[in-house]
């Protein structure tokens, strides 16, 4: 199942997007900046997420810029 993609606005209006997966412990996974949540460059990265899904609460997000 595709988690489902939310969205926050920062103090000075800007929205952000996030996603919520698994349970556990929460896990804030930060993304690489600039670059976005899906790399090109790095194929395995989401069965990487999907593990990491699976023992923690994993919190995703995109980041500005």
Do not use: C, W
């Not at 209006?13 to 600039?34: D, R």
């Not at 670059?35 to 593990?51: C, H, K, M, T």
């Amino acid at each position: 199942m595709e988690p489902r993609i939310q969205y926050t606005k920062t103090a000075d209006g800007v929205n952000i997007a996030y996603s919520v997966t698994g349970e556990g412990t929460p896990l804030v996974f930060m993304p690489n900046t600039p670059l976005s949540q899906i790399d090109p460059q790095e194929p395995s990265r989401e069965g990487y997420v999907d593990s990491l899904a699976q023992r923690h609460l994993l919190v995703r997000y995109d980041s500005r810029g």
